[in-house]
Each structure stands twice: as C-alpha cells, then as structure tokens.
C-alpha cells in the first residue's frame, strides 16, 4: 500500500510498496497518511542520507506542471526508483537530496506528465513502412508518450507484446482493447470477426504491468468509405448524388451499421459481465446512438465509472445525443489537429445539415466527461510528418485543440469554420485529454497522468511550458527528455543537461 501525505505546498511519499504481481486484480489505491506519523516524518532543511527519504533524482528551478488541483504548478519533483517521491517548492524538494542524488537544473523549463494516447496503432502497424515494433516505440517516446492505449489487437499482436514485455522490451506501458471484430466487411458486406484473446481470456487490469488487457474493441460502422470498410452509418439516407453512394462503396443509401441493436446489446453485457470494458468505433451518429444504447443495456443503471465503456472517434454526435454522454459518463476519444475549416466542404457527403455535426466533438470537453485526445496514428504517413492530419505528435493535437488550426508545412494556416471556433479549448483542459483523461479510460488514473507522490514518475521536459506560450505558439513546443518509471527513454540531442 502507497501511503501519501501533504504538508503545505510540500507533497512527500514514505512507501512500502508489495512487490510486483502478474495477476489480473487492481491493487488498493492510495490512503493518506495519519498527522501524526506525518509530523514525525517531516525532513529536515539538511540533505539526508536516510533511504527512506532520500531522492534518487531531483529536477528543480523549473515549472513543474502537475495536473493537480491542490498544486497546479510545483518548482521541483523528486524521484525514488519508479515512483514520484515528492513534489513542491525548491527548498522543499531539495531537503530529499543524498549523498548520491542526480540534481537537475530545469533553467526554468517545464517538466509535466508524459502523454497518453488514447487511441493508436503505432505499435500495431509499423512494417507497413518497414520499421520494427522496438523502432516504433522510439518514434513514440521522441514525441514524449509514456502509455499508448492500442485501439487494435489480433493474437498474434498480443503474443507479441506478451514476449517483449516477459523480456522487457516493452519501453513504455501498453493497453491493448483486443479486436471482438475487425473494421473490414466481407464479399457481402457483413462483419467480420476476430475474437482476439477474450472470450478465451480475463482481462489483465494489474497496474503494475507494462502490459494490460482491460477492454475489447467493437466496430460499430465503416470507416473510410472504401469498399473493404464501407461507409459511416446514418439514421437518414445520404444524398442521393454522393460519390459513395453513387459508386456502390455503401453497403446501403444510410451507410454500413455492422450490427443489430440487439445483437451489440447482448455482446456488450457479455463483455461487462467478464470484467471487459469495451471501446466502440463510432464515426456517424447511426453507429453513436446504437453505441450509446448498448451501454445504457448492459449497465442496467448502475454507473460507468465501474466499467467505463467508451467511444472512439465520435466523427458526426447528432446534437441530441451529446447530453447522453455525460448522463452515462461515456469517455471519448476526439481527433486534436484535423482539417476544420469550412465544415460545409462536406455537404455534398453527408448534407448540409450533417456537415455541422462534424464540430459536435469538441462540445464533449466542455462536459463532465472524459474526453481523451486520439491520434489514429496506423503508419498510413510518414512518423516525421508533424503537419499529417494522421501524424502520432502530441504537441500538434495540442496546438489543433487550442487554436482548431490546421496548418502545413509550408506554415499556411487554415483558421476554424465558425461553428468548430465556438467551442473554446483552454491549454489546461487540452492538456488532461493527453494524460489524465486516457488514463482514466484505462482505470490507471491512481497511477500516471498527473504528477504526485506514489505515482510512476512517468513524466516530459519540455522546451517551454505550454501554459505560458501563446496558443499560436503551442506547435514550437519540444520533447527534450522523456521518463518512464523513472527511467529515461530518450534525451534529445543538445538536452543532455536536463538528461539524468
């Protein structure tokens, strides 16, 4: 058990950690510890060689950027082993150093949880540019990920991460949500299914693990209005004269739904009943509300913050359906740096109408809900593409999030349709969908995404913190150093002063 205490400005952690377990079960979350023992254990101004409170890393001089309510921004963060042992001011956080502590001076840069991808296929996908699983998770730790939720997973994909993580290869920590079905339709335009380690298997929820099963994956709908993934699914027919429509690539005039409303409500409360959360791709609002529906059965009205059944993508919420998502606390992922600047280029697709809820999306952070930011990085671009409305960097779906630009290479910018504009994004808010909020979509949320004591000392540098830059600025923004577990991932070239 973690034991935490607070004290002033001063967060500081006395630990005994059980050792390690491979089974499936949570451990208990942290418990604050009595005043008392607090008042007794207090470090003195003198640096200390006692094991129990020595530092084994120390950034200070910096802006620690940590998520928390109770302290927002902190000077200096100490590390013990993996964990977070103390956060506050410098000389607080200083009074923890030992003979043998690593100081780092952050010259006032800023240090900050390390990002959460809510939904990717990073790890999934790389030989589709020849490149191996250990190369994709340098590509990801160079952009400062520290967790990635893996929104695809057949068996072979899991016996592979299994392996990495029995031989620890597995660099940075991995939800995989296992495919139920796959995103392509057969010759006849039916679903097809793939069943990857559940029902077989129990979900692995251990918190200690780089490698964790909490959810299976459901396609919902078409995707890329292709013949193989079909089309978005639709409770109105589309237009008549749309090119989908026209050229056979639909499955019918209201899109591709995959399944039967009961059908998902029966698989879905299978699903919870095993201890699987389960991750819906819902892209038209068709496929949403039979999501949603699906979720409100199997919950039967007990709460989600047990379950935390989520939707992935949310590409077109029909307007009465986005209060449904915080009356069942439903997490959602939603696309931060993407092409939003005339919604009604998609009229002749969808209708006019349709084409504005293609902004619907970003009504969901300003709900209680958590909404997580998605990359959708599946190797279909170049990793070193920040401008790819596909890329994998976290600093652009941050400057997408804040401004709702999009931008090129050439540094043309194309501002936001009117109707995507209204819904403001402050750096704050944008910040919890690329760590806390995934993290809570994982039940992880006691153990990274924010930075406290007892927590992984899962954490970035930054060349500037994000919450002083202007929003315009936002995509300067580096990754100097990345942390996990209290280990360093990467150290970019010339930032070796900040790299213990």
Not at 99 to 124: K, S, Y
Not at 307 to 335: C, F, G, K
Request: glycine share 8%.
């Amino acid at each position: 058990m973690i034991k935490l205490a607070r004290l002033g400005g001063l967060f500081l952690i006395y630990a005994l950690l059980s050792s390690c377990n491979s089974g499936a079960a949570e451990t208990q979350t942290p418990t604050p510890m009595d005043a008392t023992t607090l008042l007794a254990s207090t470090p003195t101004s003198s640096p200390t060689d006692s094991p129990a409170e020595r530092a084994d890393i120390i950034f200070h001089n910096g802006a620690v950027i940590t998520l928390e309510e109770s302290l927002p921004v902190a000077e200096a963060i100490a590390i013990q082993g993996e964990l977070i042992l103390a956060v506050g001011t410098d000389e607080e956080i200083l009074r923890l150093q030992g003979a043998e502590t690593v100081l780092i001076d952050l010259q006032g840069h800023a240090l900050m949880p390390g990002f959460i991808d809510g939904h990717t296929h990073i790890l999934a996908f790389p030989d589709r540019m020849g490149r191996t699983m250990d190369q994709a998770q340098d590509v990801a730790l160079r952009y400062g990920f520290t967790t990635l939720n893996e929104m695809w997973a057949n068996d072979d994909f899991i016996a592979t991460l299994t392996q990495a993580e029995s031989q620890g290869t597995l660099r940075l920590r991995v939800n995989v949500f296992a495919s139920y079905n796959d995103g392509v339709l057969n010759e006849d335009h039916q679903k097809v299914f793939l069943m990857a380690w559940y029902p077989e298997n129990d979900p692995i929820l251990d918190p200690h693990r780089r490698l964790r099963i909490p959810g299976i994956k459901i396609f919902v709908d078409g995707d890329n209005f292709k013949p193989a993934r079909g089309c978005w699914a639709f409770n109105e027919p589309l237009p008549p004269d749309a090119g989908a429509i026209t050229s056979g690539v639909c499955g019918t005039n209201k899109g591709d739904l995959y399944w039967g409303q009961d059908e998902l409500n029966a698989v879905v409360s299978q699903a919870q009943e095993a201890g699987f959360r389960v991750a819906f791709h819902a892209m038209g609002e068709a496929a949403i509300e039979t999501s949603l529906n699906a979720i409100e059965f199997a919950l039967d009205g007990q709460p989600n913050e047990q379950y935390r059944h989520q939707i992935e993508h949310n590409s077109m919420i029909r307007p009465d359906l986005i209060a449904r998502y915080a009356e069942l606390n439903v997490p959602a992922s939603v696309r931060g740096f993407g092409d939003f600047c005339n919604l009604q280029d998609f009229a002749p697709a969808f209708g006019a109408e349709r084409a504005n809820w293609y902004a619907n999306r970003y009504a969901l952070p300003g709900l209680d809900v958590h909404a997580y930011v998605e990359t959708d990085f599946g190797w279909t671009t170049d990793p070193d593409d920040r401008f790819s409305q596909r890329g994998t960097d976290p600093i652009m779906q941050l400057y997408g999030l804040v401004t709702h630009n999009l931008e090129g290479p050439d540094g043309v910018i194309c501002g936001p349709d009117p109707i995507v504009a209204r819904y403001v994004i402050g750096v704050d808010r944008a910040l919890r969908m690329l760590t806390i909020d995934p993290a809570y979509a994982v039940s992880m949320e006691d153990y990274i995404g924010t930075l406290m004591p007892g927590k992984y000392a899962d954490l970035v540098i930054l060349s500037a913190s994000p919450l002083v830059v202007a929003p315009e600025e936002v995509k300067d923004l580096l990754v100097w150093l990345t942390m996990v577990g209290g280990n360093v991932e990467y150290c970019a070239p010339g930032s070796e002063a900040f790299c213990p």
